[in-house]
C-alpha cells in the first residue's frame, strides 16, 4: 500500500523558515520523480518543485526560486523542501506527489501539509 506523509507544515512570520517532509512508502520511490505542489485558498493547485529520479534534476517555480530548495534521501525514501524567506503569499497546502512512468505511469499523492505565513 502506497503512503506519502508530509510534516513540517506551521505558522511563520514573513521572512521566517519552514522545512517539510514526506515520508514515501510502498513504492520503488528511487525511480520516481518527486514533487511539492501548494494550494492557496480560492486558487487552483500549482507545482512549486521537482526533483526527478536520476541526476538530481530540479525545477522551480519562478515564484519560489531562490528560496526554496528540494531534496531527496532515497536511502530513507524522503523529499524535502526547504522553504526560506516566507511570504504570506506562500500560505496554503503543500502536498507531496510521486510520478512514475515505467512500465506504467502511476501517480501518488499525500494529505498535504497546512503552511500559514503572517505579515
Known amino acids: 500500500q502506497v503512503h506519502l506523509v508530509e510534516s513540517g507544515g506551521g505558522l511563520v512570520q514573513a521572512g521566517g523558515s519552514l522545512r517539510l517532509s514526506c515520508a514515501a512508502s510502498?513504492?520503488?520511490?528511487?525511480?520516481?520523480?518527486m514533487s511539492w505542489y501548494r494550494q492557496a485558498p480560492g486558487k487552483e493547485r500549482e507545482v512549486v518543485a521537482v526533483i526527478i529520479s536520476a541526476g538530481g534534476i530540479t525545477r522551480y517555480a519562478d515564484s519560489v526560486k531562490g528560496r526554496f530548495t528540494i531534496s531527496r534521501e532515497n536511502a530513507k525514501n524522503t523529499v524535502y523542501l526547504q522553504m526560506n524567506n516566507l511570504q504570506p503569499e506562500d500560505t496554503g497546502v503543500y502536498s507531496c506527489n510521486a510520478e512514475g512512468v515505467v512500465p506504467i505511469r502511476r501517480v501518488y499523492w499525500g494529505q498535504g501539509t497546512q503552511v500559514t505565513v503572517s505579515s
Open positions: 510502498g513504492f520503488t520511490f528511487s525511480r520516481y520523480a
